[in-house]
């Protein structure tokens, strides 16, 4: 069968098995199953199991669920609301103050939070109703929440990080160190963005009076609030770039930071730990779930010689890399509109990763 065909019949299975609603790691499941089975018979699903078994089995995959944890004490537990309110004394009357807040308390969430969801929660519940109160429009009260909520899978710690790592074979300490400046220039263009279109559109973000506060609560605030959170990050990220510690030990140090800063400010206790663990394991059982699957889908990809053969075409083009690297992202742009993040990483993965990792293209590139 030729492999135009075989990516064809695996692709468009998978998409009519979403379409039906199952749940997308099930679906990767069932191509697994029938794969493995149609390439190597009984023998295949006994090695489906032991590859399943071998990806989940191992340590690099530790950091996940410790920065799951991370962000399921700081939502549970409180902290949030503190913090928005600190960060909130120093913005002044910059026009969408509101929408910079939901900006800079996203990067700063993102340093306490590995997933996106729990950032996206917690901003929403504080800030929105305010948002709504001063009259501020849908396109900057949701629009920089949800874009916000983006950063936590670019600043480190990042579960999605270490997720894409896991499946692409990538070293999980230099994908978190490299995404960290990619993030915080997001982070900046979103804050300029909302600037400028403030300024132009004052209407979309109105100015309300707001009461002078004195430096000196600015900055004990601060002292507080923001400088233990500091702490917390070098525990998380400063020891990663120092060399002290790998990732799953980082991630280790950065959890006992956060569950030690929830116990300071006397908001943990055994309902928040409860609902942190639970929520936790939750996430974490999914994710690995997902992990299992892509991984078997790739080498469902490579046995029948499809991914081989499609980066061989891609990498025999006359373009330029940089082009391929365009219409990779627009892919990825185009699945975005209908589909969740980590389906759109099983999917593009397996086959985008032997086309950048091939010898040719990879010259190229560098």
Same mark, same amino acid.
């Given at each position: 069968m030729e492999w135009q065909l075989v990516l064809l019949l695996i692709f468009g299975s998978l998409m009519i098995l979403m379409a039906t609603g199952m749940?997308?790691?099930f679906c990767f499941m069932f191509i697994n199953l029938v794969g493995m089975y149609v390439?190597?018979?009984?023998?295949?699903?006994?090695?489906l199991i032991i590859s399943?078994?071998?990806?989940?089995?191992?340590?690099?995959?530790?950091?996940?669920?410790?920065?799951?944890?991370?962000g399921e004490v700081l939502f549970h537990s409180g902290i949030a609301p503190v913090l928005i309110k600190t960060l909130d004394k120093w913005l002044g009357r910059l026009p969408g103050r509101l929408s910079l807040l939901a900006v800079a308390s996203g990067t700063l969430?993102?340093?306490l939070t590995g997933t996106s969801l729990a950032s996206v929660a917690m901003l929403g519940s504080v800030l929105v109703p305010e948002m709504e109160q001063q009259g501020y429009?849908?396109?900057?009260t949701l629009g920089p929440i949800l874009g916000s909520g983006g950063l936590a899978m670019m600043i480190p710690p990042s579960a999605l990080a270490v997720l894409c790592g896991a499946i692409a074979e990538i070293s999980i300490g230099k994908i978190l160190i490299a995404i960290i400046i990619p993030g915080l220039v997001m982070a900046a263009i979103y804050a300029a963005y909302i600037i400028t279109r403030c300024w132009l559109q004052p209407s979309i973000a109105p100015t309300y009076v707001i009461p002078p506060i004195p430096l000196s609560k600015k900055l004990l605030a601060t002292a507080r609030y923001v400088i233990p959170q500091g702490i917390v990050i070098f525990l998380c990220i400063g020891v990663i770039f120092l060399g002290v510690t790998t990732p799953s030990e980082a991630a280790a140090t950065g959890s006992i930071g956060t569950i030690i800063l929830a116990l300071c400010y006397r908001r943990l206790?055994?309902?928040? %730990?409860?609902? =942190?663990?639970?929520?936790?394991? /939750?996430?974490?059982?999914?994710?690995? %779930?997902?992990? =299992?699957?892509?991984?078997?889908? /790739?080498?469902?990809?490579?046995y029948s010689g499809a991914s081989a053969s499609l980066s061989a075409l891609v990498t025999g083009l006359p373009v330029a890399p940089i082009i391929i690297i365009m219409v990779m992202q627009v892919v990825i742009l185009f699945l975005g509109c209908f589909m969740d993040v980590v389906s759109i990483m099983m999917i593009t993965l397996p086959i985008f990763v032997p086309v950048v990792l091939s010898r040719e293209f990879h010259h190229h590139l560098v």
């Open positions: 749940p997308v790691a390439f190597f018979g009984l023998t295949g699903l006994e090695q399943m078994y071998r990806t989940l089995n191992t340590f690099i995959l530790l950091p996940i669920p410790l920065f799951i944890l991370m969430f993102s340093t429009k849908k396109s900057m206790n055994w309902e928040v %730990l409860k609902k =942190a663990i639970t929520g936790t394991i /939750s996430v974490t059982g999914m994710l690995f %779930l997902i992990i =299992a699957g892509a991984t078997a889908f /790739s080498q469902i990809l490579a």
